[in-house]
């Protein structure tokens, strides 16, 4: 089994709970609130920018330029076309690029943020791929198996939302991440695999926190 196999195999019941949760399933058979919709893709925009920097952060610790342009075109992908998709639905829902951009992150937001930008400043590559797998890969599977739904691929609503993230393009940045990993892992001791694995487990349930946050609207409890 490799190494991302095995972490995959830890996370599943966390996995599991985001595919299940009524967020994820409001997309799927497009019940979903446009409201919770709405404040997700305003949090997900922000979040979406500390992402980009981890990537970028990525593209500097890469030890050769196979590795760099990976993350280049993984960076590229977010900025101009993932978040042109949020640009695309904000202007639908009726929220300026102003008012996009000018959006307060949320407990959940700001401290799943954090913790990626924490993991990719202590300088290992390979604990950077670690805390950003599980959103570029656990999306990937939620999007192929919503993509399996009746009618939620052509969903007049969701159904951009669903192709974009069952795309080719996307998964080939999760297979791109997952064989990244599985090469630094070949190197590491079984502490520093312990230690990648805690860290995915971690930001794989900041993925769950994330779809929790956005169908609940929280927001701090004191503005
Ligand atoms: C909370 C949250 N988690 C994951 C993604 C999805 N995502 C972010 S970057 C990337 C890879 C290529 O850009 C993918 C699939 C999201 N939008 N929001």
Known sequence: MSFTQRIRLRADAIWKASH?????????????PKESFKYYMKQDYK????????????????????????????????????????????????????E???????PVTLAYSSAML????????????????????????????????PGALDHEYYGEWVRMYSSEDFGSIADWLIATLDQLAESKSAEELDRLEAIFLNTSRYEYMFWDMAYKQESWPVA
Request: charged residues 20%.
């Open 47 to 98: 979040y979406l920018i500390e992402y980009s920097k981890v990537m970028a952060m990525g593209v500097v610790l890469a030890p050769d330029l196979k590795t760099m342009s990976g993350f280049a075109t993984a960076l590229d992908e977010t900025l101009n076309t993932e978040m042109e998709l949020h640009r695309t639905y904000a202007e639908r829902l009726g929220v300026s690029r102003e």
């Open 118 to 149: 924490a993991e990719a400043q202590k300088g290992s590559l390979a604990e950077l791929i670690a805390s950003i797998l599980p959103c570029a890969w656990s999306y990937y599977e939620i999007g192929k198996a919503l993509a399996a739904l």
């Open 100 to 106: 996009l951009e000018a959006t307060v992150p949320g």
């Open 20 to 32: 299940d949760h009524p967020f994820v399933q409001g997309i799927g058979n497009g019940t979903l």
